[in-house]
Protein backbone atom coordinates (compact mmCIF):
# COMPACT_ATOMS: atom_id res chain seq x y z
CA UNK A 1 0.00 0.00 0.00
CA UNK A 2 0.86 3.38 -0.15
CA UNK A 3 3.28 4.77 2.37
CA UNK A 4 4.54 8.44 3.65
CA UNK A 5 7.85 8.00 5.06
CA UNK A 6 8.05 11.00 8.15
CA UNK A 7 11.31 12.44 9.40
CA UNK A 8 12.33 12.42 12.51
CA UNK A 9 10.02 10.65 14.51
CA UNK A 10 11.16 13.07 17.62
CA UNK A 11 12.97 15.99 17.90
CA UNK A 12 14.05 18.22 20.91
CA UNK A 13 15.35 21.65 19.82
CA UNK A 14 17.11 24.96 21.78
CA UNK A 15 14.82 27.46 21.59
CA UNK A 16 15.88 29.62 18.78
CA UNK A 17 16.92 26.72 16.19
CA UNK A 18 15.47 26.27 13.54
CA UNK A 19 13.75 22.45 12.56
CA UNK A 20 13.22 20.67 9.47
CA UNK A 21 10.38 17.83 9.00
CA UNK A 22 10.31 15.47 6.21
CA UNK A 23 8.13 13.64 4.74
CA UNK A 24 8.77 11.15 1.37
CA UNK A 25 6.16 9.34 -0.51
CA UNK A 26 7.73 5.84 -0.99
CA UNK A 27 6.00 4.26 -3.85
CA UNK A 28 3.82 6.81 -5.12
CA UNK A 29 3.43 10.43 -6.48
CA UNK A 30 2.18 13.05 -3.90
CA UNK A 31 0.55 15.83 -5.92
CA UNK A 32 -0.45 17.74 -2.84
CA UNK A 33 0.78 17.20 0.54
CA UNK A 34 -1.07 18.23 4.06
CA UNK A 35 0.57 19.63 7.30
CA UNK A 36 -1.46 19.08 10.34
CA UNK A 37 -0.39 19.99 13.77
CA UNK A 38 -2.31 18.51 16.84
CA UNK A 39 -1.89 19.24 20.52
CA UNK A 40 -1.97 16.93 23.30
CA UNK A 41 -5.87 15.73 23.27
CA UNK A 42 -7.15 17.83 20.52
CA UNK A 43 -7.62 16.74 16.78
CA UNK A 44 -5.58 17.43 14.05
CA UNK A 45 -5.54 21.17 12.53
CA UNK A 46 -4.55 21.99 8.96
CA UNK A 47 -1.47 24.00 8.96
CA UNK A 48 -1.15 24.47 5.16
CA UNK A 49 -1.43 22.79 1.92
CA UNK A 50 1.20 22.49 -0.80
CA UNK A 51 1.10 21.27 -4.51
CA UNK A 52 4.71 20.04 -6.28
CA UNK A 53 6.13 23.09 -7.58
CA UNK A 54 3.84 25.95 -5.91
CA UNK A 55 3.82 28.12 -2.99
CA UNK A 56 1.77 26.60 -0.03
CA UNK A 57 -1.56 27.78 0.94
CA UNK A 58 -1.34 27.91 5.02
CA UNK A 59 -4.25 28.31 7.21
CA UNK A 60 -5.39 31.36 8.68
CA UNK A 61 -3.08 32.07 12.09
CA UNK A 62 -0.40 30.20 10.69
CA UNK A 63 2.89 32.40 10.02
CA UNK A 64 4.31 31.02 6.90
CA UNK A 65 7.47 32.94 7.75
CA UNK A 66 7.90 30.79 10.74
CA UNK A 67 6.37 27.43 9.12
CA UNK A 68 8.45 27.15 5.95
CA UNK A 69 6.91 24.73 3.54
CA UNK A 70 8.43 23.61 0.12
CA UNK A 71 6.97 20.70 -1.98
CA UNK A 72 10.25 20.68 -4.31
CA UNK A 73 8.71 17.10 -6.28
CA UNK A 74 6.32 14.95 -6.67
CA UNK A 75 7.62 12.39 -3.42
CA UNK A 76 9.12 15.33 -1.28
CA UNK A 77 7.98 18.03 1.05
CA UNK A 78 9.50 19.62 3.89
CA UNK A 79 8.28 21.40 6.83
CA UNK A 80 10.86 23.79 8.46
CA UNK A 81 9.67 25.45 12.12
CA UNK A 82 11.90 28.26 11.89
CA UNK A 83 12.91 29.96 15.67
CA UNK A 84 11.59 27.34 17.70
CA UNK A 85 9.82 28.07 20.40
CA UNK A 86 8.36 25.94 23.22
CA UNK A 87 4.47 27.08 22.32
CA UNK A 88 5.84 25.75 18.92
CA UNK A 89 5.91 22.30 20.68
CA UNK A 90 3.62 19.62 19.12
CA UNK A 91 2.49 16.62 17.10
CA UNK A 92 3.21 17.41 13.43
CA UNK A 93 1.75 15.17 10.77
CA UNK A 94 1.74 15.08 7.25
CA UNK A 95 -0.52 13.76 4.84
CA UNK A 96 0.04 12.87 1.30
CA UNK A 97 -2.82 12.96 -1.58
CA UNK A 98 -2.48 11.25 -4.71
CA UNK A 99 -4.36 8.80 -6.55
CA UNK A 100 -4.43 6.52 -3.59
CA UNK A 101 -6.60 9.10 -1.52
CA UNK A 102 -4.86 9.98 1.65
CA UNK A 103 -2.03 8.66 3.03
CA UNK A 104 -0.25 9.73 6.70
CA UNK A 105 3.23 9.76 7.82
CA UNK A 106 3.90 8.56 11.19
CA UNK A 107 4.56 11.94 13.24
CA UNK A 108 6.93 13.87 14.14
CA UNK A 109 6.97 15.21 18.20
CA UNK A 110 8.39 18.45 18.23
CA UNK A 111 9.84 19.48 21.58
CA UNK A 112 11.12 22.97 22.16
CA UNK A 113 13.18 23.52 25.15
CA UNK B 1 -20.24 26.82 14.22
CA UNK B 2 -18.08 24.22 13.86
CA UNK B 3 -17.75 22.34 10.23
CA UNK B 4 -17.84 18.30 11.77
CA UNK B 5 -19.33 18.27 15.50
CA UNK B 6 -18.28 14.74 16.89
CA UNK B 7 -19.50 13.75 20.95
CA UNK B 8 -15.54 14.27 22.37
CA UNK B 9 -16.67 11.48 24.99
CA UNK B 10 -14.45 10.39 26.73
CA UNK B 11 -16.51 6.90 26.16
CA UNK B 12 -16.13 4.10 28.30
CA UNK B 13 -17.94 0.54 26.66
CA UNK B 14 -17.02 -3.57 28.37
CA UNK B 15 -15.21 -5.73 26.32
CA UNK B 16 -17.69 -7.43 23.94
CA UNK B 17 -20.29 -4.43 23.32
CA UNK B 18 -21.06 -2.48 20.90
CA UNK B 19 -19.31 1.28 20.69
CA UNK B 20 -21.43 3.68 18.67
CA UNK B 21 -19.66 6.84 17.78
CA UNK B 22 -21.21 9.49 15.86
CA UNK B 23 -20.66 12.96 14.14
CA UNK B 24 -22.66 15.51 12.57
CA UNK B 25 -21.64 17.87 10.04
CA UNK B 26 -22.60 20.97 8.37
CA UNK B 27 -21.78 20.85 4.51
CA UNK B 28 -24.46 19.73 2.42
CA UNK B 29 -22.24 19.58 -0.40
CA UNK B 30 -19.63 16.69 1.25
CA UNK B 31 -19.79 13.46 -0.21
CA UNK B 32 -17.69 11.09 1.53
CA UNK B 33 -16.67 10.55 4.99
CA UNK B 34 -13.76 8.94 7.04
CA UNK B 35 -13.18 7.46 10.27
CA UNK B 36 -9.82 7.36 11.66
CA UNK B 37 -8.40 5.98 14.44
CA UNK B 38 -5.59 7.18 16.49
CA UNK B 39 -3.60 5.77 19.17
CA UNK B 40 -1.63 7.91 21.89
CA UNK B 41 1.50 9.24 20.00
CA UNK B 42 0.89 7.75 16.63
CA UNK B 43 -0.74 9.30 13.46
CA UNK B 44 -4.14 8.84 12.15
CA UNK B 45 -4.88 5.18 10.57
CA UNK B 46 -8.00 4.76 8.27
CA UNK B 47 -11.08 2.74 8.82
CA UNK B 48 -13.12 3.40 6.54
CA UNK B 49 -14.54 5.69 4.47
CA UNK B 50 -18.36 5.83 2.85
CA UNK B 51 -20.01 8.09 0.46
CA UNK B 52 -23.42 6.30 0.00
CA UNK B 53 -26.07 6.93 1.97
CA UNK B 54 -27.24 3.73 4.65
CA UNK B 55 -24.52 0.84 5.97
CA UNK B 56 -21.13 0.10 5.12
CA UNK B 57 -19.83 -2.87 7.03
CA UNK B 58 -16.05 -4.15 7.41
CA UNK B 59 -15.50 -6.76 9.94
CA UNK B 60 -16.55 -5.56 13.27
CA UNK B 61 -16.71 -2.34 11.96
CA UNK B 62 -20.06 -0.80 10.27
CA UNK B 63 -20.00 3.04 8.63
CA UNK B 64 -23.41 4.64 8.93
CA UNK B 65 -24.26 7.60 6.66
CA UNK B 66 -27.51 9.87 6.61
CA UNK B 67 -26.86 12.49 4.13
CA UNK B 68 -30.95 14.20 5.07
CA UNK B 69 -29.66 14.34 8.52
CA UNK B 70 -26.36 14.70 8.20
CA UNK B 71 -24.61 12.19 10.64
CA UNK B 72 -22.51 10.01 9.98
CA UNK B 73 -22.01 6.69 12.84
CA UNK B 74 -19.43 4.24 13.49
CA UNK B 75 -20.79 0.94 14.90
CA UNK B 76 -18.11 -1.36 16.60
CA UNK B 77 -18.91 -4.51 17.27
CA UNK B 78 -17.73 -7.20 19.60
CA UNK B 79 -15.75 -4.47 21.21
CA UNK B 80 -11.81 -5.45 22.34
CA UNK B 81 -9.65 -3.60 24.58
CA UNK B 82 -7.30 -2.85 21.60
CA UNK B 83 -9.91 -0.96 20.40
CA UNK B 84 -8.88 1.73 22.80
CA UNK B 85 -8.10 4.91 21.11
CA UNK B 86 -9.30 8.41 19.69
CA UNK B 87 -11.47 7.95 17.05
CA UNK B 88 -11.78 10.44 14.56
CA UNK B 89 -14.22 11.72 11.52
CA UNK B 90 -12.97 13.50 8.63
CA UNK B 91 -14.71 14.61 5.45
CA UNK B 92 -12.51 16.02 2.61
CA UNK B 93 -13.62 20.07 0.95
CA UNK B 94 -12.22 23.26 0.17
CA UNK B 95 -10.20 23.73 -2.84
CA UNK B 96 -7.51 21.12 -2.01
CA UNK B 97 -9.66 18.72 -0.78
CA UNK B 98 -8.43 18.78 2.57
CA UNK B 99 -9.59 16.97 5.49
CA UNK B 100 -11.33 18.45 8.10
CA UNK B 101 -11.23 16.82 10.82
CA UNK B 102 -13.73 16.37 13.97
CA UNK B 103 -12.57 16.70 17.66
CA UNK B 104 -12.26 13.10 18.21
CA UNK B 105 -13.85 10.27 20.14
CA UNK B 106 -12.10 8.74 23.34
CA UNK B 107 -12.93 5.21 23.74
CA UNK B 108 -11.53 2.95 26.16
CA UNK B 109 -12.92 -0.60 26.32
CA UNK B 110 -12.69 -2.20 29.53
CA UNK B 111 -11.65 -5.87 30.08
Known amino acids: GAVVSQHPSRVICKSGTSVKIECRSL??????MFWYRQFPKKSLMLMAT?????????EQGVEKDKFLINHASLTLSTLTVTSAHPEDSSFYIC?????????FGSGTRLTVV | QKEVEQNSGPLSVPEGAIASLNCTYS??????FFWYRQYSGKSPELIMF????GDKEDGRFTAQLNKASQYVSLLIRDSQPSDSATYLC???????????FGSGTQLTVLP
Open chain 2, 50 to 53: IYSN
Open chain 1, 27 to 32: DFQATT
Open chain 1, 50 to 58: SNEGSKATY
Open chain 2, 27 to 32: DRGSQS
Open chain 1, 95 to 103: SASGTVGYT
Open chain 2, 90 to 100: AFPGGSARQLT
